[in-house]
C-alpha cells in the first residue's frame, strides 16, 4: 500500500490539475489511477477534514448523475432565507461513524391576541430545519463517493417530515422512508447511477460494496435501473418478518398495508438500527414520535407557568426533550389551567398525539 504522503502528494496535483484549463480527458485518466481504487480512507488522504470532504464533491461532480444532484443541493442551499443559515454544500458535510443525513426543526409558538370577536388568544407554529450529512469515516474515497450521492438524494428529494403535524403517521412514514420521493429507493437507485458512471473510468468497480445488486436492479428492456425492483427489494425482511408483522398490528396495520413486504432473505439494512428498512423505519418512527411528545410535555407545562405568572404572549418559546412522565401525570397538569388562553388546544394536541399512538419501545 502506497503511504499517506505520497497518496496526499498525488492528489494534490490532481486538485491543481482539475482547477486548470485541462484536456476533457484528463479527469478521467486520472480516476483511473491506482489513488482512485486504494483502500485508504477516504479521510485519510490530507490532513483537514474540510480538504477531504471537497474531494469527495470533487469526484462525484466529474459523473453525470453526481453533478446533477450537487446542483440541486446547491440550488436547495441558495434558497434558505437568513444569512446566517446560509451555508455551501461542504459545510452540512461532516465525518461520522455511520452515513446518514439529519434532520433538525426548531419549531417557535407565535401568539395572536385576543379579539372581540374570538376573546381568544390563539396561538400558531413556525418551523425551521436544519440538515446535516454524516459520511462513514471507514470507507474508501468510491464507497464515500456513493454514500454521499445517496445522502443528497435524501436532501435534495425528500420531503420535509413534520412530526408535529396531523398526519405524522406510521404506515406514512414507512412507505415514505422506502418508497416515497428522496426516499431509500430513489437514493439507492442514485447511487447505482454514479457507481455505473464511475465503472467506467474506473477499472477496479469493486470497491463497490453493493455492485452485484445494482447490476441486478438494472432493467435491461428500458436499460434503466429500476425503481420498482428497488423498492421490492427494500421491504425483504427475512427472519424479522414476524416481528415487522407483530409490531405493524398495534397500530391497527396488517400485512394487505404493505403489500411489498415479503420473508425474503434480506439484503438491505438500516446503518442506524443494523435491522431491515421496514422494520427500521417503525423504530425510527416509534423514537421521532417520542421525542415530539416530550417537547410537547415540556411546552405544555412551561405555558402553564406562563399563565400563571401572568407574563405570557410576550416572547416566543422553543423547546427541548424533557423526560416524559405517566400519562395520569401529563393530564392533571393539563386540567390544571383554566385561562382564557387556548391551552385547551395544547392539551388536546399532545394527548391525540402521544396517548393514543406512542408505543413503548
Known amino acids: 500500500m502506497k503511504s499517506i504522503v505520497s497518496l496526499t502528494v498525488v492528489y494534490l496535483l490532481l486538485l491543481i490539475l482539475l482547477t486548470v484549463e485541462t484536456p476533457a480527458l484528463m479527469p478521467s485518466e486520472m480516476m483511473q489511477s491506482e489513488m482512485m481504487q486504494s483502500t485508504l480512507a477516504w479521510t485519510q488522504i490530507f490532513r483537514e477534514d474540510s480538504e477531504n470532504i471537497k474531494n469527495l464533491l470533487l469526484v462525484l461532480s466529474k459523473t453525470a448523475s453526481g453533478k446533477k444532484i450537487l446542483s440541486l443541493a446547491s440550488s436547495k442551499l441558495s434558497s434558505v432565507k ?137 432493467d435491461a428492456r428500458t436499460q434503466k435501473f429500476s425503481k420498482q425492483k428497488i423498492v421490492e427489494e427494500f421491504y425483504k425482511l427475512g427472519g424479522h418478518y414476524r416481528q415487522f408483522i407483530a409490531d405493524i398490528e398495534l397500530y391497527q396495520l396488517s400485512p394487505q398495508d404493505f403489500p411489498f413486504a415479503t420473508a425474503h432473505n434480506a439484503r438491505f439494512f438500516s446503518s442506524t438500527y443494523d435491522l431491515p428498512y421496514p422494520l427500521s423505519a417503525l423504530y425510527e418512527f416509534q423514537n421521532t414520535l417520542k421525542k415530539v411528545c416530550d417537547n410537547d410535555l415540556k411546552k405544555i407545562k412551561l405555558i402553564k407557568s406562563k399563565i400563571l405568572s401572568k407574563t405570557w404572549g410576550k416572547t416566543s418559546l422553543t423547546f427541548t426533550p424533557t423526560p416524559m412522565p405517566t400519562a395520569a401525570a401529563s393530564a392533571a397538569t393539563a386540567k390544571a389551567s383554566t385561562s382564557s388562553l387556548s391551552y385547551s388546544q395544547l392539551e388536546k394536541e399532545y394527548l391525540d398525539r402521544c396517548e393514543s399512538t406512542i408505543v413503548e419501545i
Open 82 to 218: 437568513t444569512a446566517r443559515e446560509k451555508k455551501g454544500i461542504a459545510e452540512i458535510i461532516h465525518k461520522g461513524d455511520i452515513s446518514t443525513t439529519n434532520t433538525s426543526i426548531l419549531r417557535k409558538i407565535i401568539t395572536h391576541p385576543s379579539t372581540a370577536a374570538t376573546g381568544t388568544t390563539t396561538l400558531a407554529y413556525s418551523y425551521t430545519y436544519s440538515h446535516t450529512i454524516y459520511i462513514d469515516r471507514s470507507l474508501t474515497i468510491v464507497e464515500a463517493v456513493l454514500d454521499l450521492a445517496h445522502e443528497l438524494t435524501h436532501y435534495v428529494y425528500r420531503p420535509e417530515n413534520n412530526p408535529y403535524q396531523k398526519n405524522f403517521r406510521v404506515k406514512d412514514f414507512i412507505v415514505s422512508t422506502i418508497e416515497g420521493r428522496g426516499g431509500e429507493a430513489d437514493a439507492y437507485l442514485v447511487e447505482c447511477k454514479v457507481w455505473s458512471e464511475l465503472s467506467r473510468i474506473i477499472t477496479n468497480n469493486k470497491t463497490h460494496k453493493n455492485q452485484k445488486l445494482c447490476k441486478e436492479m438494472y
